[in-house]
């Protein structure tokens, strides 16, 4: 899908502000209610947009450990890496799940926790357990430097 200036415009106001009026969204691009509410149509339908989410504070519900941890598994077969990936899929403190190159390791997770003695939970009686999995290296987040969700979308983007 080819995007215009319009296109662009619209996913930069839609990536800071998910919940904004359509007419708001036209006003700020200086488009027509009908012709902005065609375009986003267009763009969610494409899959270009994806949805919309709620951003929360961690820390005001209670979560304020984050670690991002480095699994090396036993063997690189799909078996499993698919098995893997379905079990840390159903722990809800794993955040993002990424199968990576260039490290020992063969995942990195970012999780969230209350405190450390969650931390060791979901480490020992968790991740652990799942098959396969032969090491773990955690680092602790002290603090988020850069913390955003918006993709870029400068004259690279499609």
């Known amino acids: 899908m080819q995007l215009d200036r319009y296109d662009r415009q ?8 998910g919940r904004i009026s359509n007419q708001d969204l036209a006003d700020r691009i200086s488009l027509s209610p009908s012709s902005c509410l065609r375009r986003v149509r267009t763009l ?16 005001k ?20 890496f698919v098995n893997f990936e379905s079990q840390v899929a159903a ?22 926790v209350a405190d450390m003695d969650a931390y060791q939970e ?16 955690s680092s602790f987040v002290l603090r ?3 913390d955003k969700t918006a993709l870029p979308l400068g004259p690279g983007a499609t």
Do not use: F
């Open 10 to 17: 619209i996913l930069e106001v839609l990536q800071d502000e």
């Open 44 to 59: 969610e339908e494409s899959g270009l947009v994806t949805g919309y989410r709620a951003m929360l504070d961690a820390r």
């Open 61 to 80: 519900l209670g979560l304020s450990l984050m670690a991002l941890i480095y699994i090396s598994m036993d063997r690189h077969t799909p078996e499993r």
């Open 91 to 112: 722990i809800p403190e794993v955040l993002e799940c990424l199968l990576i190159t260039g490290q020992e390791a063969d995942y990195q997770l970012k999780v969230v």
């Open 122 to 137: 979901l480490l020992l009686n968790r991740l652990t357990r799942i098959a396969g999995v032969t090491g773990v290296h």
């Open 144 to 146: 988020r430097v850069i």
